[in-house]
C-alpha cells in the first residue's frame, strides 16, 4: 500500500489487504469489494446512469443505482462479510475508492466508514485518507459528507489533534479542503468552535469560487439555528461576505 502524506497532527494508517481471488477489475480484491462490486454490476440502469452523470458533471461513470438501492446492497455485503478490525475496513474502503470505475464504488467506500458497526473506528489516523478522498474526489457530494459526517464527528470528538489539520486547510491550495474546513461544523450545533468557523470564513472571504462562497453561507445559515444573534452580527460586522454568501446566512433570519 502506497503510504499517503500526513495532515499536521495525524498519523497515517498503514494496512496489508488480504486478497481472495482476482476480481473482474484485474486485481485481486476481498469479499466484501467483490460482492459490492458484482451486486452493483446486476442492478446497472444504463437511463438512470446517464442522467446521474449528467447532474453530476462526473468524468467517471454510474452505474445507475440510486442511494436506497445502494444501502440495502451495503446491508446485505456488511452481514455477509463483517469486517474485523480498523485496518480491515481501511484496506477495503482503500479498494473501493482508488479502484472505482463506477462512482457508486466511492460513494460505498464512504457508507463504509459510517456504518453503524464501523463508525467507532474512526479516529484522527483516518484524517490523511479522508484529505485523500477529498483531494482526488473533487466535488461537492464527496467534500460535503466526509465534512460534516466524518471531519467534523472527528473534531468535535478529538478538538487537540483535528484543530491544525482544520487550521492547515483553511488555507490549502486545494479549493475542496477549504470548503471542509468552512463546512465541516455544519452538524455541531452549540459545540461549534465559533473561533475555528470565524477564521475559516475570514481566510476565505474574497475568494471568488461559487463552492466557496455557497459553503460560507451555509456554515452561516446552519449555525443561526443554534445562535442566531451571533450569525447577525457575524454578517454585519462582514461587509466583505459575497452577496451569495450574506444572501444563504441571512435566508431563514427574516433579513
Not at 489487504?17 to 477489475?25: D, I, N
Request: charged letters at 25%; one cysteine or more; a positive charge.
Amino acid at each position: 500500500m502506497i503510504p499517503l502524506a500526513t495532515a499536521p497532527g495525524t498519523r497515517t494508517r498503514r494496512t496489508t489487504l488480504l486478497v481472495v481471488g482476482a476480481g473482474p477489475y484485474g486485481a485481486d480484491v476481498s469479499p466484501i469489494v467483490a460482492r459490492l462490486r458484482a451486486d452493483l454490476a446486476t442492478r446497472t440502469d444504463a437511463s438512470a446512469a446517464a442522467e446521474m452523470q449528467r447532474y453530476m458533471k462526473s468524468a467517471m461513470p454510474f452505474r445507475g443505482v440510486a442511494k436506497p438501492a445502494r444501502e440495502r446492497l451495503l446491508t446485505a455485503a456488511v452481514a455477509a462479510h463483517p469486517l474485523t478490525d480498523a485496518d480491515e475496513l481501511d484496506a477495503v474502503v482503500r479498494e473501493l475508492w482508488d479502484g472505482a470505475q463506477f462512482r457508486e464504488e466511492r460513494y460505498l467506500a464512504l457508507s463504509l466508514t459510517g456504518h453503524r458497526r464501523y463508525a467507532s473506528w474512526l479516529d484522527p489516523s483516518w484524517v490523511a485518507l479522508l484529505r485523500h478522498w477529498i483531494v482526488t474526489g473533487a466535488w461537492w457530494d464527496f467534500t460535503d459528507e466526509i465534512a460534516s459526517r466524518r471531519v467534523g464527528p472527528l473534531l468535535r470528538a478529538h478538538p487537540g489533534e483535528l484543530r491544525p489539520v482544520i487550521r492547515a486547510w483553511i488555507t490549502d491550495p486545494d479549493r475542496w479542503l477549504r470548503r471542509t474546513s468552512v463546512i465541516c461544523q455544519l452538524r455541531s450545533g452549540p459545540a461549534t468552535d465559533t473561533a475555528l468557523l470565524v477564521e475559516a470564513i475570514e481566510a476565505n472571504l474574497a475568494d471568488p469560487d461559487f463552492f466557496l462562497r455557497k459553503g460560507i453561507g451555509w456554515a452561516l445559515r446552519q449555525h443561526a439555528r443554534t445562535d442566531p444573534g451571533w450569525v447577525r452580527t457575524f454578517v454585519a460586522e462582514h461587509p466583505g461576505l459575497s452577496p451569495l454568501s450574506r444572501r444563504e446566512a441571512i435566508r431563514h433570519l427574516g433579513g
